[in-house]
């Protein structure tokens, strides 16, 4: 199943949401040489200062405790994310691969 995480179109943003059972805490932050997160599942740290592309799997590490594939999608394109247009444009999608 794939999930559509919502985000907003700012430069910075720090959001919390439940992924594959999991309390995780998203943090994005539009830099001059692209989109950047952070992603900490519970308390682990998960991924730090990792560039976005479009539809190129964040979630890079087969020991993670996510099971499945957080990737960025341009529904217009082939353009990697940019704050103006998250949550339209760019959607920060999480594909579960337990089901």
Do not use: V
């Amino acid at each position: 199943m794939i999930y559509t995480i919502p985000l907003i179109p700012t430069p910075s943003q720090s959001m919390t949401c439940p992924i594959a059972g999991l309390q995780c805490r998203i943090w994005l932050r539009q830099l001059s040489t692209g989109l950047y997160m952070d992603l900490t599942a519970g308390q682990i740290p998960l991924l730090r200062g990792i560039l976005c592309q479009n539809k190129t799997d964040l979630i890079r590490n087969p020991a993670s405790p996510l099971p499945g594939t957080l990737y960025f999608t341009d529904t217009q394109g082939t353009d990697d994310p940019s704050f103006p247009d998250l949550g339209s444009r760019f959607l920060l999608h999480y594909e579960d691969d337990t089901s």
